[in-house]
């Protein structure tokens, strides 16, 4: 329960501090902090998380299991503006075990004990940093594939939710790398960054996240 508090607590901190992304640019191999501005793009958080979190083949949990806890990073740009990545993805924010916290920035939701009943996924997300949190009791990483089925986006080795190829350029990164891949087989691996370019690039792909707040 104490790593789950303090797990917590370290989310909230880092919403509160800026510059929780770092990234380079084109021509130079300096790390330099992201500071993207939020844009009004919203993909928001859906209904029915525990039966979107068996939809991706995932078993949900009366509480937090940390025996395996991985966290990666993901970031998600529309024609150079980046998309809110939502708080409580995999999580029953209705449940009243769930407790909740209000940020400058956002809702930040955990805090769990134990539900009684099933109310959150193994892959879920606490607040709006991006970061998608693994928490199991076995080693299984979790793939881009099943957040995205939990976030009920769809996405396929030429579509990104409603945005596809040829007519709309797609791009999948990780830690600053182009993926050539299917993208739902992307290993949320720890301390992994992962970014999505759909249309015109930012002015930066990110190439790491800054952990040290978590």
Same mark, same amino acid.
């Given at each position: 329960m104490k790593s789950i508090l303090g797990a917590a607590f370290a989310l909230s901190a /880092?919403?509160?501090? #800026? %510059? /929780?992304?770092? %990234?380079?640019?084109p021509s130079s191999s300096a790390a330099?902090? +992201? @500071? #993207?501005?939020?844009?009004?793009? +919203?993909?928001?958080?859906?209904?029915?998380?525990?039966?979107?979190?068996?939809k991706a083949g995932l078993v949900p949990e009366d509480y937090e299991h940390l025996e395996y806890h991985v966290h990666a990073h993901l970031d998600v740009f529309i024609n150079g503006k980046q998309v809110?990545?939502?708080a409580g993805i995999g999580i029953n924010t209705k !449940?009243?075990?769930?407790?909740?916290?209000?940020? #400058?920035?956002g809702m930040v939701y955990g805090w769990i004990? !134990? /539900? %009684?009943?099933? /109310?959150? +996924?193994?892959l879920h997300t606490h607040d709006t940093t991006g970061v998608l949190h693994t928490e199991t009791s076995k080693p299984r990483p979790n793939t881009l594939g099943e957040f995205f089925v939990e976030w009920n986006r769809r996405l396929t080795p030429t579509c990104v939710s409603s945005?596809?190829?040829? +007519?709309?350029?797609?791009?999948?990164?990780? !830690?600053?790398?182009?993926?050539h891949g299917d993208p739902r087989t992307i290993l949320l691996a720890n301390h992994r960054e992962i970014a999505i370019v759909i249309g015109k690039r930012p002015?930066?792909?990110?190439?790491?996240? @800054?952990?040290s707040q978590l």
């Open positions: /880092c919403l509160l501090i #800026a %510059g /929780c992304g770092i %990234g380079t640019t330099q902090t +992201s @500071n #993207a501005p939020k844009s009004s793009i +919203s993909w928001p958080t859906p209904p029915h998380p525990m039966e979107l979190a068996r809110t990545v939502p !449940d009243p075990k769930v407790k909740h916290q209000k940020t #400058a920035q004990t !134990d /539900c %009684g009943h099933p /109310c959150i +996924s193994p945005y596809c190829e040829p +007519s709309t350029k797609i791009g999948i990164f990780i !830690d600053g790398k182009r993926f002015k930066y792909i990110p190439i790491a996240y @800054n952990w």
